[in-house]
């Protein structure tokens, strides 16, 4: 008996020091929920960071000029009746001096405002295609704010938690398998941590829509966008330096094809006569595609000329492009030419420096539909109005010296004055 | 051979192959960019006071302030404080520091000098444009009597203003109005002259008879006016150096007014009321003849030749209320221009051609406006109490007329440029009312 009850003793006592064990470190070992929450907490730190590299580049300030400018704008537009004595150079100069400050506070915010009213649409769209070969997309920050309405609705409307995770599950296998193509499933994969680790904050984030603003679209582009176009880039032009200056691919591998073979014997004729069908048509149709690109008007400027501009280098997105005309804009006064100057479209070629400054003796007059006396002096309204806003560098962005370098600006006040 | 063949063909293919990438580079290297929305300011400038090189003492500095004066007075132009100038000039002939003029933003710099001695005044200047780092044409020099200095600094003003804006200046012209004095029931009228800015009056009548509309000929020696010297209203012809004066087309039994020369001088177009009813005439001033160009029931006046001479717009209320017609300078059957609300009356051809200036009355307020030749883009460019008489100045961007205030107040003469946004009043000496603008002087 004794032996009976020393044995269940000892398995009582073996089975209590087990459950005592498994109760003080039993939670140790199985709490998964957990450190998945962590590791959705680490992703959007990720996120974060990546917006800052981004806004650390020069897309972000060249997009808060240009949002600002309008404004700045508006106000000399809006005067001119009283003008009597309000000297132009206080607005222009506070304008100036308004402009710096934005840039480094809060760059998300004033362009999240101002921008998706009209570039939402064309700036976001203009990248994919133009992702190919471009060098590194990633300082245009100009696309995360197109993606801003998805994430807008949800988080908003967050006061049903519940349906955001079902959602999650799935999008979160598709991550998995498509590896980078789809950005939209990622985006909902965020939202699904915020939402499932703290409800309480949803209010902080309803009380200012500005930083919902602010996040969105930094968690919506960092991930997919960028790499597609890093690797794509360096390919283009490492291997066919002359393909990436026309813009028709299939024309011009057709050339670099005929080069190969040129060295067989008998395909020589052939392969001069296509080879100069070949070269006839890609000129042809590059100077379609400049032709093209070179009566982008204001209205059409967003659709980004991505033929043959995107050979020079990265194209210029629909933002970048309005803080650039804003800026020469600024300058440009016409209350003091004649009627008929008025009247006159000039169209003035300059090239910049990498400083982004106008180079003076470059600026010439390349177009003119008035009288020799209207186009001088309209010509002379558009390089005062070129030196005296380009003096201290127009916005534009580093990484796109290729493509701003040579500017042709086309000057057309008519519809004002009488 | 097969060898030399290869050697062609490649060489083809490299040729076509580097004409096509060459077409290529050069058509897409450039981007454009258009711009539509100027902005519509005065044009900031820099001017130092004239330096005075012998003889000029404070001739300098009064030749300065009437051209920075003159150029203000557009709208067109804002002058920057001279108390903000970095660089000082001090000789016509020392460099100019664009960096210094281009820090304050000053858009055009202005620099001149002044000698005067023997009663002669000469005046040289040269027009900056800063931001090119350059001068605006060539540097010219205007002399004159010491005694005309202002029309000295007027024909500075004037180059300056047609280099900058492309039109001919208006500066250096002259007005003849009515001046009047005394109350409102017994106003003295009299005919007086005066440099475009109300400087330089002097009156070429006394005030013994009433006198309206004087109308300067087209090369500025003569002047047609309506006098009551009569008795009743009757044309005028004054000789501007010998102050001679002379009727013209007087016919008895009737009256005459609202006179205007032809383009060329040669021939005087009036409004002749005969037997109750007022229709247009033509008198050819040296052979006295007289031709009828209008003949209806009702009242046509306020005549008024294209520049070109070949037609004739007038007011007429053949339609029940006054509108504006155009009819050849023959005669004929004229066509109504204006269209809109209210009445249209003393219609004038611009200098240019392009439009016409009116006086329109609608809902109790007075406004002075432009319309194409046609009728179309109506424009009014003031309100008021009472705006009428519209004259234009030489080069056809600015607009004199005649406002008066409601109650005792005296009548002014204002400008306003064909855009409206400058409207200014013109500083007279006395109550001043039908204005009439004298083209360029020589």
């Known amino acids: 008996m004794l032996r009976d009850m020393d044995r269940s003793f000892v398995l009582s006592g073996a089975g209590h020091l087990v459950l005592i064990l498994w109760v003080l470190f039993g939670d140790f070992l199985f709490s998964p929920p957990e450190p998945e929450e962590m590791t959705v907490t680490s992703v959007s730190m990720i996120s974060s960071a990546e917006f800052d590299a981004m806004m650390s580049g020069a897309a972000a300030p060249s997009e808060t000029q240009a949002t600002e400018d309008p404004a700045a704008e508006a106000l000399p537009d809006t005067p001119p009746p009283p003008r009597p004595e309000r000297p132009a150079e206080p607005v222009t100069e506070e304008v100036a001096a308004a402009e710096p400050p934005p840039?480094?506070?809060?760059?998300?915010?004033?362009?999240?405002?101002?921008?998706?009213?009209?570039?939402?649409?064309?700036?976001?769209?203009?990248?994919?295609?133009?992702?190919p070969p471009a060098e590194q997309e990633q300082p245009v920050a100009v696309p995360p704010t197109s993606i801003q309405p998805r994430p807008r609705p949800s988080t908003r409307v967050a006061p049903t938690p519940q349906d955001a995770p079902p959602e999650d599950v799935p999008e979160a296998e598709e991550v998995q398998q498509a590896v980078s193509e789809d950005a939209p499933p990622e985006a909902p994969?965020?939202?699904?941590?915020?939402?499932?680790?703290?409800?309480?904050?949803?209010?902080?984030?309803?009380?200012?829509?500005a930083t919902e603003t602010e996040e969105a679209p930094a968690l919506a582009p960092t991930a997919s966008m960028r790499p597609k176009s890093r690797p794509r880039a360096p390919q283009t032009p490492v291997e066919t330096p002359p393909e990436t200056e026309t813009a028709s691919a299939a024309e011009t591998t057709t050339p670099a094809e005929d080069l190969s073979p040129a060295v067989d014997q008998q395909a020589t004729e052939d392969a001069v006569a296509e080879a100069l069908a070949a070269a006839a048509a890609e000129s042809s149709t590059s100077d379609a595609a400049s032709e093209s690109a070179a009566s982008d008007s204001p209205a059409s400027s967003s659709s980004a000329p991505s033929g043959s501009l995107a050979a020079n280098g990265?194209?210029?997105?629909?933002?970048?492009?309005?803080?650039?005309?804003?800026?020469?804009?600024?300058?440009?006064?016409v209350a003091a030419l004649s009627t008929e100057a008025q009247r006159t479209t000039v169209s003035v070629r300059v090239k910049l420096g990498a400083d982004k400054k106008p180079v003076a003796t470059t600026i010439e007059l390349a177009e003119s539909n008035g009288s020799p006396a209207a186009t001088r002096q309209a010509f002379e309204a558009a390089r005062r109005a070129i030196l005296r806003c380009g003096a201290k560098g127009f916005p534009l962005p580093d990484e796109k010296f290729d493509t701003w370098k040579d500017l042709k600006l086309v000057f057309d006040s008519r519809g004002v004055g009488l | 051979m097969s060898r030399l063949r290869h050697l062609l063909s490649a060489a083809a293919v490299a040729v076509a192959f580097v004409s096509g990438v060459g077409l290529s580079t050069a058509a897409r290297a450039e981007l454009t960019i258009t711009l539509g929305t100027p902005v519509i300011e005065p044009m900031p400038f820099a001017l130092p006071s004239f330096v005075d090189e012998g003889g000029a003492g404070g001739m300098a500095g009064d030749i300065s302030a009437v051209v920075a004066a003159d150029l203000i007075g557009t709208g067109l132009f804002e002058q920057i404080p001279p108390n903000a100038y970095i660089q000082q000039v001090t000789s016509f002939d020392a460099p100019v520091s664009y960096p210094d003029w281009q820090a304050i933003n000053a858009q055009a710099l202005i620099t001149g000098a002044v000698q005067a001695g023997g009663g002669q005044v000469a005046v040289k200047f040269c027009l900056h444009d800063v931001f090119a780092n350059n001068t605006l044409g060539e540097c010219l020099q205007f002399a004159g009597d010491a005694g005309s200095w202002r029309r000295v600094a007027h024909k500075v003003a004037d180059a300056v203003y047609s280099r900058i804006t492309g039109e001919t200046g208006y500066f250096d012209s002259r007005v003849v109005f009515v001046a009047e004095s005394g109350p409102k029931n017994q106003r003295q009228k009299r005919l007086a002259v005066m440099d475009y800015d109300g400087a330089n009056v002097s009156y070429l009548t006394d005030s013994s008879s009433i006198v309206l509309a004087p109308r300067f000929s087209p090369a500025g020696d003569r002047i047609l006016f309506t006098s009551y010297s009569s008795g009743f209203p009757q044309i005028y012809l004054m000789d501007v150096a010998s102050l001679q004066i002379r009727s013209l087309g007087e016919q008895p039994g009737t009256m005459t007014f609202a006179p205007r020369f032809s383009p060329d001088g040669s021939r005087v177009v009036f409004s002749l009321e005969r037997g109750g009813n007022t229709d247009i005439y033509l008198l050819d001033i040296n052979s006295g003849s007289l031709s009828q160009l209008t003949n209806a029931p009702s009242i046509e006046t306020a005549p008024s030749f294209s520049p070109d001479g070949s037609q004739i717009v007038f007011e007429s209320d053949r339609s029940g209320g006054q509108q504006i017609y155009i009819m050849s300078a023959s005669g004929g059957e004229p066509r109504r221009v204006s269209g809109g609300a209210g009445r249209y009356g003393t219609p004038v051809w611009s200098p240019r051609g392009d439009y016409i200036a009116f006086t329109k009355q609608n809902q109790g307020r007075f406004h002075i406006g432009v319309m194409l030749t046609d009728g179309s883009e109506e424009k009014l460019l003031t309100s008021s109490y009472l705006d009428e008489g519209p004259t234009w100045a030489p080069n056809g961007r600015v607009i004199m007329f005649t406002r008066q205030p409601p109650g005792e107040g005296s009548p002014q003469l204002w400008t306003v440029d064909t855009t409206g946004r400058v409207l200014r009043p013109v500083q007279t000496e006395t109550a001043a009312s039908d204005p009439a603008w004298s083209p360029l002087l020589p």
């Open chain 1, 189 to 209: 994969v965020v939202e699904e941590t915020q939402e499932a680790a703290a409800p309480e904050e949803a209010s902080t984030e309803i009380v200012t829509e």
């Open chain 1, 314 to 333: 990265p194209p210029m997105s629909a933002g970048e492009k309005d803080a650039l005309r804003v800026a020469v804009e600024r300058c440009w006064n």
């Open chain 1, 103 to 131: 840039a480094p506070d809060a760059p998300a915010e004033p362009v999240a405002e101002d921008i998706p009213e009209a570039d939402i649409a064309q700036p976001f769209d203009v990248p994919e295609p133009v992702a």
